[in-house]
């Protein structure tokens, strides 16, 4: 039989009393901060400074310290900058009454919430559950995520721990995650710092104007369906002002442009009200970075351009835009 309802809610209070007594605190004794500046956050629950307690992860197979975090599950382990309501489930041990989760390796602190209800099905261990917002200025790459069951005297176990790979803002084929999957070619990428719907633009050597509104370049003379020289855009975005706080468009050819010049512009589709607007254009190339077997490249950027548009500029995509570089190939 598992914890009856009257235990487990006596559990939560004592977890309540623990979290606002600061029994969890940092040793500096100073209050906590809010945590809104933090790589991740989660809802419904506190924020404590310093490291994740607990001891460090073991090796699969070999048990930790109670009490346990027994089960960790995402229903998927890559995660977006910037990404929002990114749920984690899984079962802690009959001791526990909180479960902490924070970066191993980013971060100033973790997160604090209760257990939830037992599990009949699994002798009556405790269920958690958590939504987790992350921060748009992580490093892209692998990260550790570990969560650690705390108990009411406010011991905490030996954490456990799930990789996740941060992607990248510009496309990279998971390259920051994996250096050995090979990078696009090249990539034209443009960012901005409002919610406006602002379009990178590009005019082809053959004098084809591509965007995230008509998203495909097609080399002169080759077949529209192969993949030589051919970019596609990742998405339009704040397209109709419906804003996706990605404020970036990429342009990504996985083999080089064909040859020629390729014109770039900034075009200012629709204020949405949040003009002025500064943006940066930054073509990344793939180079080469460890040689050997195997080979390894990543994207660096090769050109930054820079400028500001204001809401007169708005144009609906009646023109091009404001020019911002030409790029020969």
Same mark, same amino acid.
Do not use: H, I, M
């Given at each position: 039989m598992g914890r009856g309802l009257a235990?487990? %809610? $006596?559990?939560?209070?004592? %977890?309540?009393?623990?979290?606002?007594?600061?029994?969890?605190?940092?040793?500096?004794?100073? *209050?906590?901060?809010?945590? %809104?500046? #933090?790589?991740?956050?989660?809802?419904?629950?506190?924020?404590?400074?310093?490291?994740? *307690?607990?001891?460090?992860?073991? $090796? #699969?197979?070999?048990? /930790?310290?109670?009490? %346990?975090v027994t089960s960790l599950e995402a229903a998927s382990t890559l995660v977006r900058l910037g990404q929002t309501g990114k749920s984690l489930v899984g079962r802690a041990s009959t001791e526990a009454v909180a479960v902490a989760v924070g970066f191993a390796d980013l971060?100033?602190?973790?997160?604090?919430?209760?257990?939830?209800?037992?599990? *009949? =099905?699994?002798?009556? #261990?405790?269920?958690? =559950?958590?939504?987790v917002d992350f921060g748009s200025n992580i490093p892209s790459g692998r990260h550790a995520l570990r969560v650690v069951a705390i108990d009411a005297q406010g011991n905490a176990g030996t954490q456990r721990e799930l990789g996740l790979c941060v992607l990248s803002a510009i496309p990279d084929n998971l390259n920051a995650c994996d250096p050995k999957n090979a990078p696009p070619s090249t990539v034209f990428s443009l960012?901005?710092?409002?919610?406006?719907?602002?379009?990178?633009? !590009?005019?082809?050597?053959?004098?084809?104007?591509?965007? $995230?509104?008509?998203?495909?370049?097609?080399?002169?003379?080759?077949?529209? /369906?192969?993949?030589?020289? !051919?970019?596609t855009f990742d998405r339009d975005s704040n397209g109709a002002c419906v804003i996706d706080n990605a404020n970036r468009e990429n342009l990504v050819f996985q083999t080089p442009p064909y040859e020629g010049s390729w014109l770039v512009y900034a075009n200012l589709f629709d204020a949405c009200g949040s003009a002025p607007v500064h943006f940066t254009f930054t073509l990344y190339e793939a180079q080469v970075t460890v040689t050997g077997d195997p080979t390894i490249q990543e994207l660096v950027p090769s050109i930054t351009k820079r400028g500001t548009l204001l809401d007169v500029d708005a144009n609906g995509g009646a023109k091009l835009g404001t020019f911002v570089t030409e790029i020969p190939f």
């Open positions: 235990a487990l %809610l $006596a559990s939560v209070g004592v %977890l309540l009393s623990l979290v606002l007594g600061g029994a969890l605190a940092s040793c500096s004794g100073e *209050p906590s901060p809010s945590g %809104l500046d #933090e790589p991740l956050r989660v809802g419904s629950a506190s924020f404590k400074s310093g490291s994740l *307690p607990g001891a460090p992860p073991v $090796a #699969e197979g070999v048990t /930790g310290a109670p009490p %346990l971060g100033t602190g973790y997160w604090v919430f209760p257990v939830d209800a037992p599990d *009949p =099905q699994n002798g009556g #261990e405790l269920t958690w =559950q958590a939504t960012s901005w710092d409002s919610p406006v719907d602002l379009d990178l633009v !590009v005019v082809t050597p053959d004098g084809r104007t591509v965007s $995230a509104k008509n998203p495909r370049t097609v080399a002169p003379n080759v077949d529209a /369906g192969a993949a030589n020289g !051919v970019g």
